[in-house]
């Protein structure tokens, strides 16, 4: 891919769509883009519409796993007994600003609804199909994209400091055998084994052994887009405010004006909820923030794959020769400024498990994942017109299975069955839920 001031210019340059654009894609993270590139290879006239702020993109800043075992919702048993200590901000995993509580409570209503193991399991079902196809997905992305080397099969480790983390794990670890989910617990000893410049403070682990992870997810996402103006492609740098759809196609609202398209694929992340509204759909969506912040390492010290720390809520993931930190999750409301004191706590706290640099320490990045209560996706399409497709929602698995999702979106726009079951991401299954 060319770089420089000539291929930074064109990857500025706005283009209005016209009334020729087959498909407008709205957003630009990773699910965006990737459903851009799959419907472009497809022969069609694509439009790419998203406000141009790359470092927005939740996809841009989180651990760069593409992980095969990330079958498991966040409503999971024994979630409803945290509760008490993420409302009292006891627990560095989640935080919750009272604030936030009135215009989310329908969807953690939904949510611990959810919060039971028959949920858990049927969830797993659901997206096992998904996310076992997503490393191929990726490998064969890297390959078109000419970044091969960004994906490496190192694995997905989860630490605990005491005995007992493996045994909490039981059930989990039960329900990734059943859909093939290779693992392997770990000693203290076989933990510094493979992470030798790891403190030993951890006492267990588990290792996702055929996950993989991504050095750095910003620089794929940068290629994506470069690759797809290369192709032909359209680029407008603004927001949606609002779509309607008509027999013939779809009117676009951004900033500017208006614009047409024959169809509209909603990929706007946490942003979404609102443009499946006049498509007749109605989408309980959290926007999930977290924060990360990177480091160097002091001397000749590495880590090999992303380490989670259980008991800390983090994931230390290297980058390019830095340490990612992310931290947990934080529920606020969309207007909400940033509050550094989970990252704070987080970054303080990987720091006494690997040796950071910490005149290095980079700036806080913050995005938001949009996440449904069920943790899965939203794909499929809209309930009043074919003329709109979803493909947003996907929560903590946006970067693993962004390319497949766009395989399968243009399969939709195509008229093929897709190869992995869509029903249970279909949008109608919150309405179909209210009315049980």
Not at 151 to 169: D, K, P, Q, T
Not at 206 to 235: C, K
Request: net charge positive.
């Amino acid at each position: 891919m060319p770089r420089g001031p000539q291929a930074a210019a064109s990857t500025r340059a706005a283009v209005t769509p016209g009334p020729d654009t087959d498909v407008a894609v709205l957003g630009a993270g990773i699910v965006g883009l990737a459903v851009a590139l799959e419907v472009q290879r497809r022969g069609r006239r694509v439009a790419l519409i998203a406000p141009d702020d790359p470092r927005g993109r939740a996809s841009f800043g989180n651990a760069g796993v593409v992980s095969l075992g990330s079958i498991l919702p966040v409503a999971g048993p024994g979630l409803v007994g945290r509760l008490p200590r993420y409302l009292l901000g006891r627990d560095p995993a989640v935080r919750i600003r009272p604030g936030a509580l009135p215009a989310a409570a329908p969807w953690a209503a939904r949510f611990l609804r959810l919060c039971n193991e028959a949920a858990w399991r049927q969830a797993a079902r659901a997206l096992a199909p998904l996310v076992a196809a997503s490393l191929a997905a990726h490998e064969a992305l890297a390959a078109d994209l000419g970044c091969a080397h960004r994906i490496r099969r190192h694995g997905y480790l989860r630490v605990w400091r005491e005995e007992g983390g493996l045994g909490g794990a039981a059930l989990e670890r039960e329900i990734l055998r059943e859909h093939g989910v290779a693992t392997e617990a770990l000693s203290a000893d076989a933990i510094a084994e493979i992470e030798p410049h790891l403190a030993r403070r951890y006492a267990c682990g588990l290792l996702a052994t055929d996950s993989a992870s991504i050095h750095t997810p910003g620089d794929l996402l940068d290629r994506m887009e470069r690759a797809f103006l290369e192709r032909g492609g359209t680029r407008l740098r603004a927001p949606v405010r609002a779509l309607a759809a008509t027999t013939d196609g779809v009117t676009l609202y951004v900033s500017a004006g208006e614009c047409r398209a024959a169809h509209a694929v909603v990929a706007a992340g946490a942003r979404s909820a609102p443009l499946a509204l006049p498509a007749g759909d109605r989408i309980p969506l959290a926007a999930e923030r977290g924060y990360h912040r990177e480091v160097a390492l002091a001397g000749n010290a590495t880590l090999t794959r992303p380490v989670h720390d259980a008991a800390g809520g983090f994931v230390m993931a290297p980058m390019d020769g830095r340490i990612r930190v992310t931290s947990g999750v934080e529920l606020a409301r969309p207007d909400d400024p940033p509050d550094h004191a989970q990252i704070h706590g987080a970054f303080a706290d990987a720091g006494q498990s690997l040796p950071f640099a910490p005149e290095s320490a980079g700036e806080i990045w913050m995005g938001s994942r949009p996440s449904t209560p069920d943790s899965l996706p939203v794909i499929g399409v809209a309930t009043k017109t074919p003329r709109v497709v979803y493909a947003f929602g996907h929560g903590h698995i946006g970067l693993s299975t962004g390319p497949v999702t766009g395989r399968l979106v243009a399969d939709l726009l195509d008229g093929k069955r897709p190869d992995v079951p869509l029903d249970p991401f279909s949008p109608r299954r919150f309405r179909e839920a209210a009315t049980r």
